[in-house]
C-alpha cells in the first residue's frame, strides 16, 4: 500500500529553484499543497506584487508535477504505486477574458481540454452551470481510474482580481466548486488580497514578498549583459554586478524596484555605460572612475520612464531639460492659426477664475488690466477667503470651463492677436463661423481638450458642454506667442 | 408655468413632427412579407448606383434659356473630362506622398521581430501630423499594401468603432475573419473550439484563424489613436501582449500630436507592452504645395484659379484648415461653378480647335461676351491706340468680333505658358527659397516685376562678382533648357532665342573680362560692389574711401558695370508683362469667382441663426422692419429671442411671458388672445431649446438658463 503522504520528487524541486532564485520557501509551500500526494486543500491564494514570480512559478511546478510520474523512475521503489496517478491542470488568465462568461467559457473550454474531453462542450453563462459542465467533465474523466490510484485536478485562476465585468459572486462561488466537484483545487493567484475576500475561512495563503535588493542583485547575475567586456567573461560579471547595485541604488530603488523594470532600465544603460572602456578611455578595473564619468547616466530619470520608440544610434534619449522644451513644439507650429487661437483661449478658460473675466477681457476695463489678480482685491479679514487663494490657481490643474466662454475669452484675445501678428492681413469674419466650430471639434477629437462628464452627454459643440484643457503652460506660451499674445498678460495669477 | 415637463428632446425631431397627422406609406407591395434586414453586415450592401444619379441632374441652359442643347452637353462633358483628368493627377501626387511612408511601414512590418516571451507587441507609430482627415486615406493606402504583402490579417480600428473592449474586440475578429474567402471543406473551424461555439469577441477566433492560414503577422491600425479612450487603447495593449504567445500582433498607431503626449495618455502597463518605430508622413504643406503646382499652376492645367480665389484658399488652408481634401473640394467646386454657370466655358475646349468652336457659338454668346470686362478693356485700349475702326468693329460686327475671338483663344495657351516659364525662371534665379504659390498669385495678380523676389534678384545682381554673375547666367539658362517637371513645362531651348542670346552674349563678355583680369592681376568689380565694400569696411575715415575707390574703377569695371545694368534691365523687362486679367477672353480659362466659394465652404451657421432671429424681415415677406426690436410683426421666437437677449443668465419664465404677452396679445383688435398668444409662446420658448439657447435650470424652480450669447 502506497503511503498516504510524500513530498514531490527532489530532483523536480531542485530544478524549478535553480530557476526561480530566491523562492525557495514559496515553492516548497506551493509544491506540498499541490503534489498529489501532498496536503491537499480545495483552496489555495496566491499572493504578491506584480514581478514576484506568482504565475511563473505555479505554471512551471504544475508542469513538473503532471509530468511527474515519468520522472520519478529516480525515486525507485515508488514507482508502481504512483504511475496511476494522474494531475492535470488548466490556468486561465483574466487579463484575457473580456466579461464575467468569457471567463466561465474559457474555465470550460481549459478543463475539457486538460481532460481531454471529446464530446461537445455546452453554453455556459452562469457559475450554476459552470458547476454543472465542470462536473459532468470530471465525472468523465474519473469514470476510467483504476483502484487505488490517485486524481487531482488543478485549476488555476490567475489575476482573478482584476476579472473585467465579474459577477459579485464570482470569487465565493468559485472558492466553493471544491465542495461540490471532488478532487479539485482552485489557485487563486491575486495581487493583495482583502481578509477574507473568498468567503471561505482556512484558505492557505502563500504570500510571495517583493524581492530585496540582495536578491535582486543575486536574479540579475543570472542575466548576460549584450555586448561584452573585452577583459573576458568574469570581468563582464563582475561589472556587471557592481553596475546593477549601482543602478539599484541611484534609479530603481525609488521607482521601479520590481525586477523586471530594473533588469531592462539596466540593459538599455549598459551599453552606454561601458561605452568608455570599450573605447579604450577607461579601464573595467576602475569602477568608481567608470561610475563617475557615466554620472550623467545616473542622474536621468527619464530612463525609468519606458520608452516606446527604439532610440536610433544619432539620437540618444534627450536629456530631461531639452525633453522638456521640445516635446510640444510641432503641435504648435502644425496646427491651424485659429486653432492655436482656441487653443490659448481654452488655456485661459480653465486656469482664470470666472469672476475675474470681467477685469482681463472687457473692453472697459482694458485701460485697468493688471497682472496678477487684477482689481477684483477681495475683503480682507475673511480668514476663509486669504487661506483658500494661497494655493496657487496652476497648482489646482485644469477647470472645466462652458464652450460658451471659451468662445468669448477666444474672441477678446483674438482682437489682440490680429493688432500683433496680423497687422498686414486683412480681418476675417470668425464670429459664428462653422470653421471655428469645426476647429473645436478637432482639438477635442486630438484629446488637447478634453470633455468633462458623460461622454454621450450632450453633443461635442453644445454651448452647455463643459472641457477642460489637456496641455501645460510651457506649451501655452509657446503657441500663444507663435500667433502673437502674451499669455501672462491674461492670466489671473 | 416651465417647460421642464416636456419631453421634447432633439434626438427625436425629424421632419414629420409639424405634420397634423401622420401618414403611413407602406414600402413595399401588400401581401409580400418583407424579410427582416439582417443585423450583421452582409458583405456589402448595394450601394446607389451613383451614375444613376448623376443622371437625374443636368446641366441647366444658361443666356436666358436659349443657349444651345449642343453646347450645354459640351459644358457637362467638359466638365467632366477636365475633372477626370485633374482628379487623376492630384490622386498620383498624394499616392506618391505616401508612398514612402507606405514603403518603410511595410518593410519594418515585414522585418520585426517579437522577442520571445517577452510579451512586448512590436509597433510602428505613423506621425500624421494634426490633419485629420487625410488620415483615412493613408490607413486605406496602408491596409491594401500590407494585405498584398503580408502574410495575414489586417484591421484597421477607427475611435468610432470602439465604443468598449467588447466592440473593439469584435469589430477586430468579424474584420479579421472576413478578408480570407472561407473554402467550402474548411469551414468556418476557428469560430469554434472543442465542440463549443467560441464568443464572438474571444481572440480565440483569430488565434484559429491565424493558425489555419498560417499567417506570420496580425496587423492592427488605430487610424485615429487619439479619439480612442485611452483607457480602452490600455486595455486593448494589454491584452494583445498577453495574446503574443500565441498571435503574431503587430500595431499600428496614426498619430496626430506627438509620441511622447501619446505615451503620457496611455497607462504605464500598457507602454511597456509597446516598443517599435516612428514614422513620419509627409507635411501637409508640401503636398499643398505640390498638388497646387501641378493642377493649378501646371501647364495642362484646363482651368486656372485666379488671385483673389488662390489667395483666400492658401489663407483659409493656414488659418483654418489644414487639409489637402478640403481644398481638393474647393477646386472641384470651383470647376463646376465654372462650367456650370459660364456660358463662354465651352471655348475652354482644348480638343477641338478654334474654328470649330467658333462655330458652336450663338448670338447670344457673342453678345455675353460684348459684356465682358476683358472685352470692354480690348475696346478701350484699341480706342487709346487710335484704332477706333477697329473698336467700332468690334462693338458692331459680328465677324470682327469673331475674328478677335479666334485670335485670343490661338494665342491664350502661348501667354499662360509664358507667364509660368517667366515665374520658373524666377524662382530658380532667386537665391532663397521662393515661396512659388504666392509668387503664382503675384504673377496672375499681374504685380510679378514689383514683387519682393524680383527685386532681391535684381538687387543680387548688381553685388555679383563676375564669377557669380556667370554662374547665375547659367542657373537661368539651365532653368530654360530642362523644363520645370513640378509645372509640367518642358524645355524651350529652341524657342526663346531673343532674351537667351542676349544673356549668353552677356555671359561670354564676362567671361572675356575676366579672362583679362586673371592676366592683369586684377580682380574685376562691378562700381556698385566697390561702393558697397567702401561702406562696409571703413567705418572712420569713410568719406575719403569712397572717393578713393570710385576714382580707381578701371576700363574694365566701367565695362562691367555697364553689363551689370544690361543685366538688369533685361531681367526687369523680362519679368514684366500684361496683366493676365486684362488678356481678352481671359474669363474663358481662368476662374476668380469668390463669392460662390465663400457662401459654399465658409458657412456661418450660428451667424445665420442669430441674424434671421434678430433681424426675421430679411427673409420674411409678410414682415415689416418697424425699427421696433418688441414689433408684433415679428414671429414669436423672434420677440422672445429679443427678449432673451436683455435679459440675464437666468430667466423667470413668468416674467418672460408676461412680457411675451403685452407686446403680442392686448386690447387692440389685432392682438392675440390669451390662449392662442400661451400657444405662441410655448412654440417660441420650444424652437428656443431645440436650437440649444435655453434649458431648464436646476439653479432657480421656474428659471432657465441662458446658454448661448449672441456674437461668439
Known amino acids: 500500500m502506497a503511503s498516504l503522504f510524500s513530498l514531490p520528487n527532489e530532483l523536480v524541486l531542485n530544478s524549478l529553484r535553480s530557476s526561480f532564485p530566491c523562492r525557495d520557501q514559496q515553492i516548497r509551500s506551493l509544491a506540498t499543497l499541490l503534489s498529489i500526494r501532498g496536503a491537499p486543500p480545495r483552496n489555495i491564494v496566491l499572493h504578491g506584487l506584480e514581478a514576484t514570480g506568482k504565475s511563473a512559478i505555479t505554471k512551471a511546478l504544475l508542469e513538473a508535477l503532471s509530468s511527474g510520474p515519468t520522472n520519478t523512475t529516480a525515486n525507485g521503489d515508488s514507482e508502481e504505486e504512483h504511475a496511476e496517478d494522474n494531475l492535470r491542470h488548466a490556468i486561465v488568465k483574466s487579463a484575457e477574458c473580456i466579461t464575467g462568461r468569457h471567463l466561465l467559457e474559457q474555465t470550460v473550454g481549459a478543463v475539457a481540454s486538460a481532460v481531454g474531453w471529446r464530446e461537445g462542450v455546452r453554453r455556459c453563462d452562469s457559475l450554476s452551470q459552470l458547476v454543472v459542465e465542470l462536473g459532468r467533465l470530471f465525472e468523465g474523466w474519473t469514470s476510467d481510474r483504476t483502484d487505488g490510484a490517485k486524481q487531482r485536478f488543478v485549476l488555476v485562476f490567475d489575476g482573478i482580481d482584476n476579472q473585467r465585468e465579474a459577477p459579485p459572486t464570482l470569487l465565493p462561488a468559485l472558492a466553493r466548486l471544491g465542495e461540490v466537484i471532488p478532487n479539485l483545487t482552485s489557485v487563486f493567484i491575486v495581487t493583495a488580497p482583502r481578509p477574507n475576500f473568498l468567503h471561505f475561512p482556512g484558505v492557505p495563503h502563500i504570500h510571495f514578498p517583493p524581492y530585496t535588493k540582495a536578491e535582486i542583485l543575486q536574479i540579475l547575475s543570472l542575466t548576460d549583459p549584450s555586448p561584452k567586456l573585452p577583459e573576458g567573461a568574469k570581468d563582464t560579471k563582475d561589472v556587471w554586478i557592481r553596475f546593477g547595485s549601482a543602478v539599484w541604488d541611484s534609479l530603481a530603488k525609488h521607482s521601479g524596484r520590481d525586477i523586471l523594470s530594473i533588469r531592462s532600465v539596466c540593459l538599455r544603460l549598459w551599453p552606454r555605460f561601458i561605452a568608455p572602456v570599450l573605447e579604450g578611455t577607461h579601464s573595467a578595473s576602475q569602477f568608481s572612475r567608470l561610475l563617475l564619468a557615466n554620472r550623467s547616466l545616473f542622474q536621468n530619470d527619464g530612463v525609468l520612464v519606458p520608452s516606446i520608440v527604439a532610440d536610433t544610434p544619432t539620437n540618444p534619449t534627450p536629456l530631461p531639460s531639452s525633453l522638456q522644451h521640445g516635446k510640444y513644439r510641432g503641435i504648435g507650429a502644425q496646427l491651424p492659426y485659429y486653432s492655436r487661437l482656441l487653443l490659448v483661449a481654452a488655456y485661459l478658460a480653465s486656469f482664470n477664475p470666472p469672476r475675474t473675466d470681467q477685469v482681463h477681457f472687457m473692453k472697459a476695463a482694458a485701460a485697468k488690466r493688471r497682472k496678477k489678480g487684477g482689481g477684483t482685491a477681495l475683503p480682507k479679514g475673511r480668514p476663509g477667503v486669504t487661506k483658500h487663494r494661497k494655493i496657487s490657481r496652476k497648482l489646482l490643474g485644469p477647470q472645466a470651463f462652458v464652450l460658451e466662454r471659451m468662445l468669448a475669452i477666444f474672441h477678446a484675445i483674438e482682437e489682440d492677436a490680429d493688432l500683433r501678428a496680423k497687422a498686414g492681413r486683412g480681418r476675417e469674419r470668425t464670429a459664428g463661423a462653422a470653421d471655428i466650430q469645426m476647429a473645436i471639434a478637432t482639438l477635442a477629437t486630438l484629446r488637447l481638450l478634453v470633455k468633462v462628464g458623460a461622454a454621450n452627454a450632450g453633443d461635442t459643440l453644445d454651448a452647455g458642454s463643459k472641457y477642460r484643457v489637456a496641455v501645460g503652460w510651457e506649451v501655452v506660451r509657446g503657441v500663444a506667442r507663435s500667433v502673437g499674445v502674451e499669455a501672462e498678460d491674461y492670466l489671473a495669477e | ?712
Request: glycine fraction near 6%.
Open chain 2, 1 to 712: 408655468m416651465s417647460v421642464n415637463g416636456e419631453t421634447s428632446s432633439i434626438t427625436g425631431f425629424d421632419a414629420s413632427d409639424h405634420q397634423p397627422a401622420f401618414i403611413f406609406t407602406p414600402s413595399a407591395i401588400e401581401g409580400a412579407p418583407e424579410r427582416p434586414a439582417k443585423r450583421r453586415r452582409v458583405g456589402r450592401t448595394s450601394a446607389p448606383d451613383p451614375t444613376k444619379h448623376a443622371q437625374a441632374f443636368r446641366f441647366e441652359r444658361l443666356l436666358n434659356g436659349l443657349e444651345d442643347t449642343e453646347c450645354v452637353g459640351l459644358r457637362e462633358e467638359l466638365f467632366k473630362r477636365h475633372w477626370a483628368k485633374t482628379e487623376e493627377r492630384i490622386q498620383s501626387i498624394l499616392g506618391e506622398s505616401n508612398e514612402d511612408t507606405l514603403t518603410k511601414v511595410t518593410s519594418f512590418v515585414q522585418d520585426v521581430a517579437p522577442t520571445e516571451g517577452s510579451g512586448i507587441v512590436p509597433t510602428g507609430f505613423i506621425v500624421t501630423g494634426p490633419n485629420i482627415a487625410s488620415q483615412g486615406l493613408l490607413f486605406e493606402q496602408l491596409s491594401e499594401r500590407l494585405k498584398t504583402e503580408v502574410n495575414g490579417p489586417v484591421v484597421t480600428l477607427r475611435s468610432g468603432d470602439a465604443a468598449n473592449l467588447k466592440a473593439a474586440l469584435k469589430q477586430l475578429i468579424r474584420d479579421a475573419t472576413n478578408q480570407r474567402a472561407v473554402n467550402e471543406d474548411e469551414g468556418e473551424g476557428f469560430f469554434e473550439r472543442d465542440g463549443r461555439k467560441l464568443l464572438n469577441y474571444d481572440l480565440e477566433i483569430l488565434h484559429g484563424f491565424v493558425k489555419l492560414h498560417g499567417s506570420k503577422r496580425a496587423i492592427v491600425a488605430f487610424q485615429d489613436s487619439e479619439a480612442f479612450d485611452p483607457g480602452l487603447l490600455g486595455d486593448l495593449i494589454a491584452l494583445f501582449s498577453s495574446w503574443m504567445n500565441r498571435i503574431p500582433f503587430v500595431l499600428l498607431f496614426g498619430i496626430a500630436t506627438s509620441i511622447d503626449l501619446f505615451r503620457e495618455r496611455l497607462p504605464r502597463a500598457a507602454t511597456k507592452c509597446l516598443f517599435g518605430a516612428q514614422f513620419d508622413v509627409e507635411q501637409t504643406s508640401s503636398v499643398f504645395e505640390s498638388v497646387f503646382l501641378k493642377v493649378i499652376a501646371g501647364s495642362e492645367a484646363p482651368l486656372r484659379l485666379g488671385p483673389a480665389l488662390v489667395s483666400s484658399l492658401i489663407e483659409r488652408q493656414h488659418n483654418h484648415v489644414q487639409s489637402i481634401q478640403a481644398f481638393i473640394s474647393a477646386l472641384k467646386y470651383a470647376y463646376m461653378c465654372h462650367f456650370y454657370a459660364n456660358p463662354l466655358s465651352v471655348l475652354s475646349d482644348n480638343e477641338r480647335d478654334s474654328k470649330s468652336l467658333l462655330k458652336l457659338l450663338q448670338s447670344e454668346h457673342l453678345e455675353a461676351i460684348r459684356m465682358l470686362p476683358s472685352f470692354i478693356k480690348l475696346v478701350e485700349n484699341s480706342v487709346e491706340k487710335h484704332e477706333v475702326t477697329l473698336a467700332r468693329g468690334l462693338l458692331e460686327d459680328d465677324k470682327v468680333l469673331l475674328r478677335e475671338v479666334e485670335k485670343a483663344l490661338d494665342s491664350a495657351t502661348q501667354r499662360v505658358i509664358t507667364i509660368l516659364r517667366t515665374m520658373h525662371v524666377l524662382s530658380s534665379a532667386a537665391t532663397g527659397p521662393v515661396e512659388k504659390i504666392d509668387l503664382y498669385v503675384r504673377a496672375f495678380k499681374g504685380s510679378l516685376s514689383d514683387s519682393d523676389t524680383v527685386r532681391a534678384v535684381l538687387d543680387s545682381i548688381k553685388r555679383m562678382a563676375p564669377d557669380a554673375l556667370i554662374a547665375f547666367i547659367g542657373r537661368i539658362t539651365k532653368a530654360v533648357e530642362n523644363g520645370s517637371p513640378e509645372l509640367d513645362l518642358e524645355g524651350w531651348l529652341g524657342e526663346e532665342t531673343e532674351f537667351l542670346k542676349e544673356i549668353t552674349d552677356i555671359q561670354g563678355e564676362v567671361t572675356s573680362l575676366v579672362e583679362e583680369a586673371v592676366e592683369t592681376g586684377k580682380p574685376v568689380r562691378s562700381q556698385y560692389a566697390i561702393h558697397s565694400q567702401g561702406l562696409r569696411t571703413t567705418v572712420i575715415a569713410q568719406k575719403v574711401q569712397l572717393s578713393y575707390e570710385k576714382s580707381t574703377l578701371s576700363k574694365q569695371d566701367i565695362k562691367y558695370t555697364a553689363l551689370i545694368d544690361r543685366m538688369s534691365n533685361l531681367l526687369k523687362e523680362y519679368f514684366t508683362f500684361e496683366h493676365p486679367q486684362d488678356l481678352f477672353l481671359n474669363e474663358v480659362w481662368l476662374y476668380d469667382s469668390l463669392s460662390p466659394y465663400k457662401e459654399v465652404f465658409t458657412p456661418g451657421s450660428r451667424l445665420a441663426i442669430e441674424q434671421s432671429l434678430s433681424a426675421p424681415y430679411h427673409y420674411l415677406p409678410g414682415c415689416k422692419d418697424t425699427g421696433d426690436a418688441f414689433s408684433s410683426s415679428k414671429p414669436a421666437t423672434a420677440i422672445l429671442y429679443q427678449m432673451y437677449l436683455e435679459s440675464g443668465s437666468l430667466i423667470n419664465v413668468s416674467d418672460i411671458w408676461t412680457a411675451f404677452f403685452s407686446i403680442v396679445g392686448g386690447e387692440e383688435s389685432e392682438g392675440y388672445d390669451e390662449r392662442t398668444a400661451l400657444m405662441l409662446f410655448y412654440r417660441g420658448l420650444a424652437d428656443l431649446k431645440l436650437l440649444g439657447m435655453v434649458k431648464p435650470s436646476r439653479k432657480k424652480v421656474d428659471h432657465l438658463a441662458k446658454s448661448v450669447w449672441k456674437g461668439l
